[in-house]
């Protein structure tokens, strides 16, 4: 099975900063990849796939970046809706999707 | 505009059953591959299982291997997962997802359903 793993766990910042989060992949899983968000008691939304997709809607300040086994998502100018909890989620073993453990961001 | 809608959630005691069921709208149901995700109090998420669009193609985690039952009635516009043998590892929100065109990775959510087995 394939595993995901991403970094850091959780971190602090401030509003206006640029921010990024990693994502590694146990194999090359080539740009099969998506970025969800989850705020608290809320369900995930897609922000990005194929690693560098934006999904509709989504503001362009989110960016992905990657390909193989390592991967980014980057926030240009974080905003307050922003804080929340990031997933990695591979779908190269399409249809057995495997998550990352998230990536919590809040308030500096 | 696509809605998935959960309910079946509740408290049960280890070893027991229970359905969930999931509402679609705004899309044609028919069409599309589903799935259940769950996530534990204050945990990451899981995927639990899949289901192609005409029911031909079923997987589980190994998690609920044998014990959970993933169906759907396209007629109805709805998803099911009928949970047996639950045990206290289960209890987390179960999401109806739904997976995009192709070889895709989920792009719709439902707000979910809490399952808890507690004694």
């Known amino acids: 099975a394939i595993r995901m793993t991403q970094s850091p766990s959780s971190f602090s910042a401030s509003t206006g900063d640029r921010v990024t989060i990693t994502c590694r992949a146990s194999?090359?899983?080539?740009?099969?990849l998506a970025w969800y968000q989850q705020k608290p008691g809320k369900a995930p939304k897609l922000l990005i796939y194929?690693?560098?997709t934006l999904q509709s809607g989504v503001p362009s300040r989110f960016s992905g970046s990657g390909s193989g086994t390592d991967f980014t998502l980057t926030i240009s100018c974080l905003q307050s809706e922003d804080f929340a909890t990031y997933y990695c989620?591979?779908?190269?073993?399409?249809?057995?999707?495997?998550f990352g453990p998230g990536t919590k961001v809040d308030i500096k | 505009e696509v809605q998935l809608v959960e309910s079946g959630g509740g408290l049960v005691q280890p070893g027991g059953s229970l359905r969930l069921s999931c509402a679609a709208s705004?899309?044609?149901?028919?069409?599309?591959?589903m799935n259940w995700v769950r996530q534990a109090p204050g945990k990451g998420l899981e995927w639990v299982s899949y289901?192609?669009?005409?029911?031909?193609?079923?997987y589980y985690a190994d998690s609920v291997k044998g014990r959970f039952t993933i169906s759907r009635d396209n007629a109805k516009n709805s998803l099911y997962l009928q949970m047996n043998s639950l045990r206290d590892e289960d209890t987390a929100v179960y999401y109806c997802?739904?997976?995009?065109?192709?070889?895709?990775?989920?792009?719709?959510w439902g707000q979910g359903t809490l399952v808890t087995v507690s004694s």
């Open positions: 997802a739904r997976v995009g065109v192709g070889a895709s990775p989920i792009d719709y």
């Open positions: 705004g899309f044609t149901f028919s069409s599309y591959s």
């Open positions: 289901i192609s669009s005409s029911s031909s193609t079923i």
């Open positions: 194999q090359g899983i080539s740009s099969y």
């Open positions: 194929a690693a560098s």
């Open positions: 989620q591979q779908y190269y073993s399409y249809p057995l999707f495997t």
